[in-house]
């Protein structure tokens, strides 16, 4: 499915100039830039002084520019370079040509020693401007840190036009999906909390839509025969129209949608089906729906679907790998220590496109053995899309405000194994190096909650730079073997 819920990014470049600095060098510096990207928007105006920065301002916005590059193609004037950033609404990435032709005379523009400056003005005016790991370079090495940038400004423009809707509240005894919503609006970030009730009319008002025999024809697509229950497809096409026409309805002033809401106990009896696979589908389109209204689950999934550009899940970190399993089918590869992986679930919720081919829609056994007669056929618990999930590599993260209202992040880059689960629901074997440390001294110590968000790529560097440039000061990862966390036991 097209990932329709997230920005396109526009991306302009503005060249500036020190004026002892011949302007001409940072002019034929950004049009070489511009040859290795012929889709950015170069403007015209190079930038010198304060009114050459309100005209280049002007020029990127007409031209429709959502982020920018700000280029020192010599030494660079650091007051209307810096204004560059607060005056424009957007992401700016900064970066500095080097030295390319060997005329140190004539042709040497010091902008190697102008970053400096631009960053010291940049951080006297509070602005997360994104400066790559090494931000100097030629026309082809700044290609590179373009299109590392744009993922990154992808989900920075996503959240600021994202809101949050819940349906809830949390389950009993889910405190760790506690959301304090400061954490939010501190990112820029709307929400909108709704009742079940609210659900159950607006799914109600939907019975006998018109669109729902298209939906039921695009799911029978998707799954195949015999991996779905044609009697219950009615009821989740209804479910599916009822979410989308309540995103399109409740939007207000932004942009962008999420979902975070209420799945059991109440709901699989009162609406008559689990909602895990349309879920799953509105995932594949960048449309996340967190179970259990775990809000920043869906903030979380929804970065991860910006700076992928792909669908994402949410899972519990849920389960040990078996040693009898990991004797027999990691170990003898030698790449894995048994407290690397783990168990990587949820009831149903994963995109099919990231299941392995025997996927197929089923029933929720936990909610089976709780809610329906002992002994009985699965009626109401039906709807969860279960499967392996597919081998290839991860990244597992999550942003969470915590209950004293600091957000903080983590992020790990492992994969899945090839290795069948013999389990039910959307499953997977993982494995993170050092997971068992990071799983103690992170996760455990910083008292995150059991839901990870996972893209499936390994986009921890994106990750990095996006939470840096949300002012995350708190992004914790996996230390390498040797390398102690702060609460790690020397001895």
Same mark, same amino acid.
């Given at each position: 499915m097209k990932m329709d819920n997230i920005p396109e990014v526009k991306l302009g470049l503005i060249a500036v100039s020190r004026d002892c600095f011949p302007i001409e060098l940072s002019r034929k510096r950004a049009e070489a830039i511009k040859a290795c990207c012929p889709e950015l928007f170069l403007c015209p105006v190079t930038v010198e002084n304060e009114r050459d920065m309100q005209e280049s301002v002007r020029c990127v916005r007409e031209a429709g520019c959502n982020a920018l590059v700000v280029f020192l193609g010599n030494f660079g004037p650091e007051t209307p370079e810096t204004l560059i950033a607060k005056e424009f609404d957007g992401p700016c990435m900064f970066v500095a040509a080097a030295e390319g032709d060997g005329d140190l005379i004539n042709? %040497?523009?010091?902008?190697?020693?102008?970053?400096?400056?631009?960053? #010291?003005?940049?951080?006297?005016?509070?602005?997360?401007? =994104?400066?790559?790991?090494?931000?100097?370079?030629?026309?082809?090495? +700044?290609?590179?840190? +373009?299109?590392?940038?744009?993922?990154?400004?992808?989900?920075?423009?996503?959240? %600021?036009?994202?809101?949050?809707?819940?349906?809830?509240? %949390?389950?009993?005894?889910?405190?760790?999906?506690?959301?304090?919503?400061?954490?939010? #609006?501190?990112?820029?970030?709307? +929400?909108?909390?709704?009742?079940?009730?609210?659900?159950?009319?607006? #799914?109600?008002?939907?019975?006998?839509?018109?669109?729902?025999?298209?939906?039921?024809?695009?799911?029978?697509?998707?799954?195949?025969?015999?991996? =779905?229950?044609?009697?219950? $497809?009615?009821?989740?096409?209804?479910?599916?129209?009822?979410?989308?026409?309540?995103?399109?309805?409740?939007?207000?002033?932004?942009?962008?949608?999420?979902?975070?809401?209420?799945?059991?106990?109440?709901?699989?009896?009162?609406?008559?089906?689990?909602?895990?696979?349309?879920?799953?589908?509105?995932?594949? %389109?960048? +449309?996340?729906?967190?179970?259990?209204?775990?809000? !920043?689950?869906?903030?979380?999934? !929804?970065?991860?679907?910006?700076?992928?550009?792909?669908?994402?899940?949410?899972?519990?970190?849920? $389960?040990?790998?078996?040693?009898?399993?990991?004797?027999?089918?990691?170990?003898?590869?030698?790449?894995?220590?048994? @407290?690397?992986?783990?168990?990587?679930?949820?009831?149903?919720? @994963?995109?099919?496109?990231k299941l392995c081919s025997d996927r197929a829609i089923k029933y929720q056994l936990i909610q089976h053995r709780l809610l329906e007669p002992k002994g009985s056929e699965p009626d109401f618990t039906r709807g969860t899309l279960e499967g392996d999930i597919a081998a290839g590599p991860v990244t597992f993260y999550r942003l969470q405000c915590d209950s004293e209202g600091v957000l903080r992040a983590y992020i790990a880059q492992g994969e899945v194994l090839d290795v069948r689960t013999r389990s039910f629901g959307g499953i997977g074997v993982f494995a993170i190096p050092e997971m068992g440390r990071f799983y103690r001294h992170v996760l455990i110590e910083k008292h995150y909650p059991h839901h990870g968000a996972v893209a499936f790529c390994h986009c921890g560097k994106a990750l990095f730079e996006v939470f840096r440039m949300l002012g995350i000061r708190d992004i914790a990862y996996n230390q390498p073997s040797g390398e102690r966390y702060p609460t790690e036991n020397p001895f």
């Open positions: 042709g %040497r523009g010091d902008a190697f020693c102008g970053m400096l400056n631009c960053s #010291y003005n940049l951080g006297m005016r509070g602005i997360d401007a =994104y400066i790559p790991s090494y931000p100097v370079g030629r026309a082809e090495d +700044i290609a590179g840190m +373009i299109a590392e940038f744009i993922p990154v400004a992808r989900a920075v423009l996503g959240l %600021r036009g994202l809101k949050i809707i819940t349906f809830g509240p %949390r389950p009993q005894d889910f405190f760790a999906c506690n959301a304090p919503i400061r954490g939010l #609006y501190e990112l820029g970030v709307e +929400i909108e909390e709704n009742s079940e009730l609210d659900l159950l009319v607006a #799914y109600k008002a939907h019975e006998g839509d018109p669109r729902i025999d298209d939906v039921c024809r695009d799911m029978a697509a998707e799954m195949k025969e015999g991996c =779905y229950y044609p009697d219950l $497809n009615r009821r989740m096409a209804q479910f599916e129209l009822t979410l989308l026409d309540w995103a399109r309805d409740h939007l207000g002033a932004r942009k962008y949608v999420a979902f975070a809401n209420k799945c059991w106990p109440a709901f699989p009896e009162t609406f008559g089906f689990e909602p895990c696979y349309v879920n799953s589908r509105l995932a594949s %389109r960048g +449309i996340p729906v967190a179970c259990e209204v775990d809000i !920043y689950g869906s903030l979380s999934e !929804y970065i991860g679907a910006c700076v992928s550009g792909d669908a994402v899940t949410l899972l519990d970190i849920n $389960n040990s790998v078996p040693a009898k399993m990991f004797e027999e089918e990691i170990a003898p590869g030698g790449t894995w220590k048994l @407290t690397d992986t783990f168990m990587g679930f949820h009831c149903g919720n @994963t995109p099919e496109c």
